[in-house]
């Protein structure tokens, strides 16, 4: 029996020998519907460079809006590589919108999350419309950090200005993260860790909506973790929901979400209409 190394398992590009070329072609299509359109570019929701969101519209006046936040373990990636997201959901009547944020180890990760609170504060002020979340990876736990952030507290939104989520892989205990390198970059400490860990927030409204969908070929612990969180937030009254996506390794399950007819986009589309309607 293999040893468990928290370096190789909590790490996907470790287990996902061909990400780079996964990567490449998300950056090739992504570009590629950038292209083909006229969007709403580099809107800023902050002072940094960093702080912009990329915004998709669709084609009708009362369009539902999804925010989708990119993965890359906090400290790489941007907004650019993920506008393809945007195209099959802009088709179904769907904006998109699509930030970037600041990477450690130039910033924490709770300062990532309030980045990502003044990003959705944006998005409402400049479409008044209550978004669903999206994200996946570190944007799955920043997805997830939002649905459980009490909005009541912000007197620029509504109280109830996110209640419906869907995350991709993502993390939401990052305490196991503190035997891992990649904590040289994230800097947590045992009591930050759990702090910036949404599993053990509160759900501060009794009407929230959340999927946990995570590749059936991903190592263990994320797989572990999408049902651990589903399961402690259902049993917090929350509508959660475990998502195991067959045939899908952590890279390749944002290709399902971003492929109109893959039953993964049917659920988050469903998911983005049944919120709209409510």
């Known amino acids: 029996m293999t040893a468990f190394d928290p370096n190789i398992e909590y790490n996907a590009r470790k287990t996902v020998p061909d990400h780079e070329e996964v990567s490449s072609r998300w950056d090739e299509a992504a570009a590629q519907y950038r292209a083909e359109g006229t969007w709403e570019l580099d809107i800023p929701y902050g002072d940094g460079e960093r702080e912009k969101y990329d915004f998709f519209p669709a084609d009708r006046p009362d369009a539902p809006v999804c925010v989708y936040i990119h993965g890359g373990y906090w400290r790489s990636r941007d907004r650019k590589t993920f506008s393809h997201l945007a195209r099959g959901l802009n088709a179904r009547g769907i904006s998109v919108a699509i930030p970037s944020y600041d990477l450690v180890p130039n910033v924490t990760v709770p300062e990532i999350i309030g980045q990502m609170r003044a990003c959705l504060v944006k998005v409402w002020e400049n479409t008044s419309v209550r978004p669903v979340v999206a994200g996946h990876s570190a944007g799955g736990h920043l997805t997830g950090a939002m649905l459980m952030t009490d909005w009541s507290r912000n007197d620029r939104v509504p109280d109830d200005l996110v209640t419906s989520a869907f995350a991709l892989s993502g993390l939401y205990d990052l305490r196991p993260l503190l035997e891992t390198d990649i904590n040289d970059d994230l800097r947590l400490t045992p009591e930050s860790a759990r702090e910036a860990s949404p599993m053990f927030w509160p759900a501060p409204r009794d ?71 409510a």
Do not use: M
Not at 227 to 237: E, H, L, P, S
Not at 252 to 273: K, Y
């Open 207 to 277: 009407d929230l909506t959340f999927v946990a969908a995570v590749g059936a070929l991903e190592s263990e612990p994320f797989r572990i973790q999408s049902r651990d969180v589903a399961d402690a937030w259902k049993g917090a009254g929350v509508n959660a929901a475990y998502l195991e996506v067959a045939d899908c390794n952590h890279f390749t399950i944002v290709n399902a979400v971003s492929t109109p007819g893959d039953a993964l986009f049917e659920r988050l589309v469903s998911t983005v209409e049944a919120h709209g309607a």
